[in-house]
């Protein structure tokens, strides 16, 4: 299994530079054909954020982008669970996918509520704004 950051699964999903997107290709498709390609929670957050803020993708794009890449047959992630309730939550909610990773964290600690002075955010269940 091999490992990927975020400016290669950048370049996979944006396919802005050619060179690069082949590059980021070949390499993607030989871990999927020898093993597998594993991301890690935070490159999906990463990721989840240039979409957002440097392409200007809706949040429709975005979550149905990183969904496409998490269900892609031989691609496992850090923690599928987690991100499969992060994006649930991201595409109904106002808040970051960044926000809603953080707070199913929380969760799954026992460690709410998940203060927050984002108002977006807090007005999920579990999420208490700091006033």
Same mark, same amino acid.
Not at 3 to 10: H, I, L, Q, R
Not at 31 to 50: C, M, N, P
């Given at each position: 299994?091999?490992?990927?950051?975020?400016?290669?699964?950048?370049r996979l999903l944006v396919r802005d530079d050619e060179e690069q997107f082949h590059r980021a290709d070949a390499v993607w498709r030989h871990?999927?054909?020898?093993?597998?390609?594993?991301?890690?929670?935070?490159?999906?957050?990463?990721?989840?954020?240039?979409l957002r803020a440097a392409y200007r993708f809706d949040?429709?794009?975005?979550? +149905?982008?990183?969904? %496409? !890449? =998490?269900?892609t047959e031989g691609v496992?992630?850090?923690d599928e669970l987690a991100t499969q309730r992060g994006l649930d939550a991201y595409e109904v909610g106002s808040a970051d996918f960044s926000d809603y990773m953080i707070l199913d964290a929380s969760r799954a600690h026992g460690a709410v509520p998940l203060n927050?002075?984002?108002?977006?955010?807090?007005? +999920?269940?579990?999420? %208490? !704004? =700091?006033?």
């Open positions: 299994m091999e490992a990927f950051d975020t400016n290669v699964v950048v871990a999927l054909a020898s093993g597998g390609a594993w991301v890690a929670t935070i490159v999906l957050v990463e990721v989840s954020w240039v949040r429709s794009t975005v979550a +149905s982008a990183l969904r %496409r !890449l =998490v269900g496992c992630v850090e927050t002075f984002d108002e977006r955010l807090g007005r +999920s269940l579990d999420a %208490r !704004l =700091v006033l």
